[in-house]
């Protein structure tokens, strides 16, 4: 039986296009489209070609001509060729057709330290635990795992948040009301304003991505106060026309409180008496130092509460997971707002998370990391009360963040200078001002809003010099 062209190319070597056009033999045609693909670049120094007999075959000619061609090419010195290295593009055949010199462009200048808010420490990324979770997964995965999937996500997965999330957070739910997204930011894109139309309560800081995001949906956004306590619930009741709040109840972002009992309970009721919805970010909730672990806000009402997270804090923003867990009645809306399967997350990363989750290493990664990050906020505290004892240190119980507060009187002006002496210092830095609704009527707070989780712990005690010498002095 002869042989067929796709086990030839299979068995024999790696694809290469060549455009086989203009006059004379098989042989000079061949050669001639070699050179041009050499000149022009398309094939740089070095690149190694197809063995003669799997070129030949991918081209319908004989093996003679292209072996014939090779040496030629040889000959001239257009490719090498050695014994257990195949034949290669000979290092010294540079392009000889004119480029176009690149566009003069200015340097970037990179800060030398990064204490922004929400990364984490990348440099800790636990490799070796995550490789043999996905190890074992892609071993133990049943065939059908790698063909059209459910719209919700792996269930290995969504049974593995189901049992974790009710562990560690109080969440109430089951698998099928879990659905895999790649984000938070996901998340409000599947969410608005197809499943939650409407106006929107948030409160009066947060993320202004999360801002852009429903202004870019056409949604009116109605900021809450914000006190030690927490958003200012009694405000939901003269938010006019809101279908849904967006909250932080577990440490407020980006000023560190939890939202108080009374409150929660408040919220609750003010989204079962009118049929509205709270969606709960949960975005940094396996992290807490000094306090006892604050519950999902889910657990108290599960069909009024769309609660979402992701390991975007705890493990990587590299790693596009995430999850809502949601009201029964609005599973469906949100998976056909999901659409096409382009927008599923990888079934190879859901099934190495689960196996991670399922076998106790995301437990054992948290509970280093909460011990590395104690220790930097440790650090960031000591510091700052060292060298700047007028500034009042806030939100530090939880979370990869703290706020420096400005004394009282400070306004934007005095933390611009500050960001601009942080600039200075080579430093990567957010002022609070950046975190403020722009329709917020509480009192401004003015001060800095600073990540101690990014830097390595090599890198870190300079970074922590840096903003010591960019802070305000006394008086």
């Avoid at 195949?86 to 003069?104: I, K, M, S």
């Avoid at 304003?193 to 009066?204: C, D, I, K, N, Q």
């Avoid at 975190?435 to 001060?447: D, K, L, Q, S, V």
Wanted: aromatic share 6%.
């Amino acid at each position: 039986m002869p042989e067929s062209w796709v086990n030839l190319a299979e068995s024999l070597g790696a694809d290469l296009h060549l455009e086989l056009t203009g006059p004379g033999s098989r042989r000079a045609v061949v050669i001639r489209a070699l050179r041009d693909a050499i000149r022009s670049g398309r094939l740089a120094p070095g690149t190694r070609l197809p063995p003669y007999r799997s070129l030949a075959a991918d081209l319908g000619i004989a093996r003679n001509t292209v072996a014939d061609a090779y040496a030629e090419l040889v000959a001239e010195g257009w490719l090498s060729a050695r014994q257990g290295s195949g034949t290669r593009v000979a290092h010294r055949a540079q392009p000889l057709t004119p480029t176009r010199a690149p566009a003069h462009r200015a340097p970037v200048s990179r800060p030398t330290h990064n204490l922004l808010q929400g990364r984490p420490d990348a440099a800790s990324f636990p490799r070796t635990a995550w490789l043999a979770a996905a190890r074992r997964a892609l071993t133990a995965a049943p065939h059908d795992a790698f063909g059209p999937g459910d719209p919700r996500g792996r269930p290995e997965l969504r049974r593995a948040l189901a049992d974790y999330l009710a562990r560690t957070r109080g969440v109430r739910t089951d698998p099928e009301r879990i659905v895999i997204c790649s984000g938070f930011a996901h998340a409000l894109r599947l969410l608005l304003p197809a499943v939650l139309p409407g106006p929107l309560a948030v409160e009066s800081y947060g993320l202004p991505f999360h801002r852009h995001l429903l202004d870019t949906a056409s949604l009116r956004t109605h900021p809450l106060g914000i006190d030690e306590h927490g958003a200012k619930s009694a405000e939901l009741a003269a938010a006019e026309g809101v279908q849904a709040a967006l909250l932080t109840p577990a440490h407020q972002f980006p000023l560190g409180v939890p939202l108080h009992p009374g409150r929660r309970a408040a919220v609750i009721n003010w989204a079962r008496e009118s049929g509205r919805y709270l969606i709960e970010d949960d975005y940094d909730g396996e992290f807490r130092y000094d306090r006892k672990p604050v519950g999902a806000l889910q657990g108290l009402d599960p069909e009024h509460v769309l609660h979402i997270g992701s390991v975007s804090k705890s493990l990587s923003p590299a790693v596009r997971l995430g999850w809502m867990v949601l009201p029964d009645r609005l599973v469906d809306a949100v998976l056909e707002a999901k659409g096409e399967r382009e927008a599923w997350a990888g079934v190879t990363d859901q099934l190495t998370l689960a196996e991670f989750l399922t076998h106790g290493a995301y437990d054992r990664h948290i509970r280093r990391m909460r011990q590395r990050y104690r220790r930097r906020r440790d650090q960031l505290i000591d510091a700052v009360t060292g060298h700047a004892p007028h500034l009042t240190v806030t939100g530090i119980a939880a979370g990869l963040h703290a706020v420096l507060q400005l004394p009282d009187g400070a306004g934007e002006s005095d933390e611009q200078a500050v960001l601009r002496a942080a600039r200075w210092q080579g430093l990567a830095l957010d002022g609070l001002s950046a975190y403020r609704h722009p329709e917020a009527t509480m009192p401004p707070h003015h001060g800095l809003v600073v990540g101690y989780a990014a830097p390595s712990d090599s890198a870190f005690p300079a970074a922590l010099e840096a903003l010591c010498r960019a802070l305000p002095p006394l008086g």
